[in-house]
């Protein structure tokens, strides 16, 4: 059964930092691209960014420069640094993973983040 697991999330001021984890387990095959999305209260979810296996990088707009996406050593990781936070990056954050051997998309459960002084 594959599964996407997300660390990281929590409470910090606006102008700080978290580094989201999201680790994905149970699968034969590689899961390419990798990817973060988030949700904020009433909003629909959006992607916030993403990166294929060749390092392929894809941003929003609104995080582009204080966002970096990033793949781990051992495979099937990704990394969310985030810097500059502001109120409005406060949302559900959410793991995603295709796996194009099975033709599908598979989530992680989400990681809060919540950006208030």
């Known amino acids: 059964q594959v599964q996407l697991v997300e660390s990281g999330g929590g409470l910090v001021q606006p102008g700080g930092s978290l580094r989201l984890s999201c680790t994905a387990s149970?699968?034969?095959?590689?899961?390419?691209?990798m990817g973060w999305y988030r949700q904020a209260p009433g909003k629909q979810r959006e992607l916030v960014a993403d990166?294929?296996?060749?390092?392929?990088?894809n941003y929003a707009d609104s995080v582009k420069g204080r966002f970096t996406i990033s793949r781990g050593y051992a495979e099937n990781t990704v990394y969310l640094q985030m810097t500059s936070l502001k109120p409005e990056d406060t949302a559900v954050y959410y793991c995603?993973?295709?796996?194009?051997?099975?033709?599908?998309?598979?989530w992680g459960k989400g990681t809060l983040v919540t950006v208030s002084s």
């Open positions: 149970g699968s034969a095959f590689s899961i390419d691209p």
């Open positions: 995603k993973g295709r796996i194009s051997a099975y033709g599908m998309d598979y």
């Open positions: 990166i294929t296996s060749l390092g392929r990088t």
